[in-house]
Structure formats: structure tokens, C-alpha cells
């Protein structure tokens, strides 16, 4: 018995460790009709109750992001017990809706799931998985490299990626900068990937964890590439 409770302990300061900061929600915002651009968001609760909202405008075959496409704000009022911070996304994008009106962003062209890691899944570093509406083939790696620890903590990673297309042709791609050390964050994951509406561009949702003063915070940004397919 004395076992079993030490272990409960253990798991309980475990959980304490990981979460103690604060976890964002992703939002996937849509797609110009032509999937040059894409729009996304993220939105939440920060450790002082403070509701906030990110926005990016994406440049999909750059992989980059658009002039002024990048919009954050974290709010002064205090989140009531079970607001989840939506409301600051709401109060966010109102700004941004000339920069989403310029790049034709159609908020119903949100592509199609390719891969969704499921919550409590155990991430795996090489995907290998098939899209059954085309039959191609997709196997991606996470290369992350992690330099310093606590708050001196920075990490790089990037993604190689081979398609076997249904048309007989392999195709391969390294997405992402490898070179790039990111300040405060621990580790990655990729937690979707998505298919642009124009059947030939990808965006990997990466979750990244980042590390303050009040603990782990998870965090998302996204990386695209156009293939040719």
C-alpha cells in the first residue's frame, strides 16, 4: 500500500511538472481558394487569468510568414471560471480582418486531415501512413535537437519528408530550418498534418513546448511546404 501511494505521489508531482504552465488551442482560420495562403490561430488562459489570442497569416509555398501577418495580444480582463480564452480570438481577429480580407482567406477551406496525433497518444518520431483518397504514400521524420536546459533551454528542428506518389514518382523534401535554435523551447510535435485545398501542399501543425519561469507552456506554429504532386 505504502508502494502504491509513493507511486501516486510520484505521478501527481510528475503531472504538476509538465502542465504547470499554460496549454493553447489551436484553430486552423482557412485557405485562399488558390492555398497560397493560409490562416491560423491560437487562443487561451496564461497563469495570471489573463485571456490571449495569436494570429498568423501564412505564405504557403514560402513557408513563410505574410507582411504583417502576425498578430498577438493578451488582454487585461480576467478569464471567469471555465473560459477557455476564445473570447480574445474573437476580440483579435475583428483587427485582423483587413489582413485576412487581402489575402482572400475563405474561413470554410480548411483541407483535409492527412494525419491528427490523438490526445494521450505517445508521439513517434517517423510517420509512415496513406492517404486512402489519392493511394500516395507519406513518411515523415522529426529531426529535434535540444541545446542548454531550464531557462537557458533552446532546441531546432525540421522534418524530412518522402512521398510515394500513387503516380509512381518519389518525391523528398527537408521542411522546416534545421540551423534555427528557438529560445525556451524543450521539444516538438507534430500534431497534424494537413492537406491544402490544392491536393499538392502540406502544413505540419507543430507543437512546441516552451519553458518559463511558471513551467512548460504549449505553444503552436506551423511549417508548409508545396510539393510537386
Same mark, same amino acid.
Given at each position: 500500500?505504502?508502494?502504491?501511494?509513493?507511486?501516486?505521489?510520484?505521478?501527481?508531482?510528475?503531472?504538476?511538472?509538465?502542465?504547470?504552465?499554460?496549454?493553447?488551442?489551436?484553430?486552423?482560420?482557412?485557405?485562399?481558394?488558390?492555398?497560397?495562403?493560409?490562416?491560423f490561430g491560437e487562443y487561451g488562459v496564461n497563469d495570471n487569468s489573463n485571456p490571449y489570442a495569436d494570429i498568423f497569416g501564412v505564405n504557403?509555398?514560402?513557408?513563410?510568414?505574410?507582411?504583417?501577418?502576425?498578430?498577438?495580444?493578451?488582454?487585461?480582463?480576467?478569464?471567469?471560471?471555465?473560459?477557455?480564452?476564445?473570447?480574445?480570438?474573437?476580440?483579435?481577429?475583428?483587427?485582423?480582418?483587413?489582413?485576412?480580407?487581402?489575402?482572400?482567406?475563405?474561413?470554410?477551406?480548411?483541407?483535409?486531415?492527412?494525419?491528427?496525433?490523438?490526445?494521450?497518444?505517445q508521439p513517434k518520431p517517423r510517420l509512415d501512413f496513406r492517404d486512402f483518397v489519392s493511394n500516395d504514400q507519406y513518411i515523415v521524420t522529426?529531426?529535434?535537437?535540444?541545446?542548454?536546459?531550464?531557462?537557458?533551454? !533552446?532546441?531546432? $528542428?525540421? &522534418?524530412?519528408?518522402?512521398?510515394?506518389?500513387?503516380? @509512381?514518382? =518519389?518525391?523528398?523534401?527537408? +521542411?522546416?530550418?534545421?540551423?534555427?535554435?528557438?529560445?525556451?523551447?524543450?521539444?516538438?510535435?507534430?500534431?497534424?498534418?494537413?492537406?491544402?485545398?490544392?491536393?499538392? !501542399?502540406?502544413? $505540419?501543425? &507543430?507543437?512546441?513546448?516552451?519553458?518559463?519561469?511558471? @513551467?512548460? =507552456?504549449?505553444?503552436?506554429? +506551423?511549417?508548409?511546404?508545396?510539393?510537386?504532386?
Amino acid at each position: 500500500m505504502t508502494k502504491r501511494w509513493a507511486l501516486l505521489g510520484a505521478l501527481m508531482l510528475f503531472s504538476h511538472v509538465v502542465f504547470a504552465g499554460d496549454v493553447a488551442n489551436f484553430i486552423n482560420l482557412g485557405f485562399s481558394p488558390d492555398a497560397k495562403y493560409f490562416l491560423f490561430g491560437e487562443y487561451g488562459v496564461n497563469d495570471n487569468s489573463n485571456p490571449y489570442a495569436d494570429i498568423f497569416g501564412v505564405n504557403v509555398s514560402r513557408n513563410t510568414f505574410v507582411p504583417d501577418g502576425v498578430e498577438s495580444k493578451t488582454y487585461s480582463s480576467e478569464a471567469g471560471v471555465g473560459q477557455d480564452g476564445m473570447g480574445a480570438l474573437f476580440t483579435l481577429f475583428a483587427d485582423y480582418v483587413p489582413i485576412s480580407k487581402r489575402y482572400k482567406i475563405d474561413h470554410m477551406l480548411s483541407g483535409r486531415d492527412l494525419y491528427l496525433l490523438v490526445n494521450g497518444e505517445q508521439p513517434k518520431p517517423r510517420l509512415d501512413f496513406r492517404d486512402f483518397v489519392s493511394n500516395d504514400q507519406y513518411i515523415v521524420t522529426l529531426n529535434q535537437f535540444t541545446y542548454g536546459s531550464g531557462q537557458s533551454v !533552446s532546441s531546432s $528542428f525540421s &522534418i524530412d519528408l518522402t512521398i510515394h506518389s500513387s503516380k @509512381g514518382t =518519389n518525391l523528398h523534401y527537408t +521542411v522546416g530550418l534545421p540551423n534555427y535554435h528557438r529560445p525556451g523551447v524543450e521539444n516538438y510535435r507534430i500534431r497534424k498534418i494537413i492537406l491544402a485545398p490544392d491536393k499538392r !501542399s502540406l502544413v $505540419f501543425i &507543430i507543437e512546441k513546448h516552451v519553458r518559463d519561469k511558471s @513551467g512548460i =507552456n504549449v505553444r503552436f506554429m +506551423v511549417e508548409t511546404v508545396r510539393t510537386d504532386l
